[in-house]
């Protein structure tokens, strides 16, 4: 992942580039395991001991509001970050509470096939996520 990349992403998003919120969008990027704030903190602060964990917080804030990343609430009540905004479920660990993606083309067409059916009054569907719940297996 260049820096390029990660400039682009940022800037496409409508946020201006700035050093910590590369730092913060790569270190989420590259964790696949759907880290909370405070999982990104620990993962930067050693090289980048000026970033408060209140910064931490806003910048993936101000992401999910740009829509650059996702969050969602975890089983625990816990609020995880996805730097993968596409179509994509989850299969979730209750023992680790480990999320990992699950990525499946004919899932994610059979979902939205049936969301465009939906006719509801009040409420328009945009997406969905499923969330397979389950044990790794040992
Ligand atoms: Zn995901």
């Known amino acids: ?22 730092v913060i969008y790569d270190a989420l990027y590259q964790a696949d395991s759907h880290p909370t704030a405070d999982q990104v903190f620990e993962i930067i602060k050693l090289a980048n001991p ?3 964990l209140g910064t931490v917080y806003k910048t993936l ?17 816990v609020m995880r970050f996805d ?12 023992e680790t509470h480990e999320i990992r993606d699950f990525r499946n083309e004919e899932l994610e067409k059979m979902l939205q096939n049936f969301i465009s059916k ?3 009054n009040d409420f328009e569907i945009e997406d969905v996520s499923i969330v397979f719940k389950g044990r790794k297996k040992q």
């Not at 992942?1 to 590369?22: A, D, P, V, Y």
């Not at 804030?61 to 009540?77: R, Y």
């Not at 730097?83 to 209750?94: M, N, R, T």
Request: with cysteine.
């Open 1 to 22: 992942m260049t820096t390029e990349f990660i400039k682009n992403k940022i800037t496409n998003s409508g946020l201006k580039f700035t050093h910590q919120r590369w």
């Open 118 to 120: 939906q006719r509801l």
């Open 61 to 77: 804030d101000s992401f999910v509001q740009n829509g650059l990343i996702q969050k969602f609430m975890d089983q625990n009540g």
């Open 83 to 94: 730097a993968i905004i596409d179509a994509h479920s989850h299969l979730y660990c209750k």
């Open 50 to 52: 000026s970033l408060s």
